[in-house]
């Protein structure tokens, strides 16, 4: 039976990033005592809930345990609430979520860059390990350093590849993001990476 004098949390929310997720909540005020907190899980196609791994926890946030990490495609339901001596809140849930389509991915990693007159290679490793199956893109924007450049925009499915077409000894900037096929067929944006320039050599 909840309490009526242990306010639920509040703020309940996935925080996802690189299929990495974690469920977090504000602190439940209260004059004395320390609140803990226990969360639970279940998925779309069982009933029951499941222990999270964080059971009267002071901490205001629990991360998913390994066999979700692992779950991209699975719809998952959370729920926690608020403990204080033999007081228990109500349940505060969230939204049902699906890591591939929820998660936020970030941007590629730019391993290397080699310069040479005409072009520039670029080496990047994805913001994440991928799975069997993935398809991922890298949308490469790049411009001439100018005072009104103008972007051009190539997109390449291997982690090595190659802006060419370029002025010698020229300035040049890019910057990349993934695109990842998802099963269902829509393409989840990751967050570009932060503008990288690199000067062509001098043939």
Not at 155 to 167: A, M, R, V, Y
């Amino acid at each position: 039976e909840p309490s009526p004098y242990l306010p639920a949390p509040k703020d309940v929310e996935i925080y996802s990033y690189n299929f990495q997720s974690l469920l977090r909540w504000s602190p439940v005020p209260v004059e004395n005592g320390s609140v803990l907190y226990t969360a639970h899980y279940k998925t779309g196609f069982y009933e029951e809930w499941s222990e999270m791994g964080c059971a009267q926890t002071p901490r205001t946030q629990c991360g998913f345990p390994p066999e979700l990490q692992r779950r991209r495609r699975w719809t998952i339901v959370l729920r926690v609430r608020a403990e204080l001596g033999a007081l228990a809140s109500a349940w505060a849930h969230t939204p049902p979520f699906v890591a591939e389509r929820n998660t936020t991915l970030g941007p590629p990693r730019v391993n290397s860059v080699s310069v040479s007159p005409d072009s520039l290679l670029i080496s990047v490793s994805p913001p994440f390990t991928p799975e069997t199956g993935d398809i991922l893109h890298y949308d490469v924007s790049y411009w001439e350093n100018t005072t009104s450049p103008t972007e051009k925009k190539l997109s390449e499915s291997k982690t090595l590849f190659q802006i060419g077409n370029l002025k010698e000894s020229t300035l040049y900037c890019f910057s990349i993001q993934v695109q990842l096929k998802i099963y269902s067929g829509h393409l989840l944006q990751g967050e570009k990476s932060a503008p990288e320039c690199h000067r062509t050599a001098l043939s």
